[in-house]
């Protein structure tokens, strides 16, 4: 069974930092692109950054590059998404995609 485990979310103060990790199992995790997206209340499913099968090429959205860090561990089958001075914006569910799955997605609280 294909399958995406978000964890580590919660709640942090501006200006904080976060780690989220994605278990990944039931597929070839070190084969795929990976993916981060969030989803803020009533707003549209975002993507957030990408990370190519053996994590050389990395992407971000312009409102993630210089705080956010996505990176992986084939060995681990795991996704890592390492986000630094969060602010308000930042609040949303975060979720992993690949291999045509998605997580179930974790909650970041940005409140002071």
């Known amino acids: 069974q294909v399958q995406l485990v978000e964890s580590g979310g919660g709640l942090v103060q501006p200006g904080e930092s976060l780690t989220l990790s994605c278990a990944a199992s039931?597929?070839?995790?070190?084969?795929?692109?990976m993916y981060w997206y969030r989803q803020a209340p009533g707003k549209e499913r975002e993507l957030v950054a990408s990370?190519?099968?053996?994590?050389?090429?990395?992407n971000y959205s312009d409102f993630v590059k210089g705080r956010f860090t996505i990176s992986r561990d084939n060995a681990k089958k795991t996704l890592y998404l390492q986000m630094n001075t969060l602010n308000s914006e930042d609040a949303a569910v975060y979720y992993c995609?690949?291999?045509?799955?998605w997580g179930q997605g974790t909650q970041v609280t940005v409140s002071s």
């Open positions: 995609y690949g291999a045509n799955v």
């Open positions: 039931g597929f070839g995790f070190s084969t795929r692109t």
């Open positions: 990370i190519s099968p053996a994590g050389r090429g990395r």
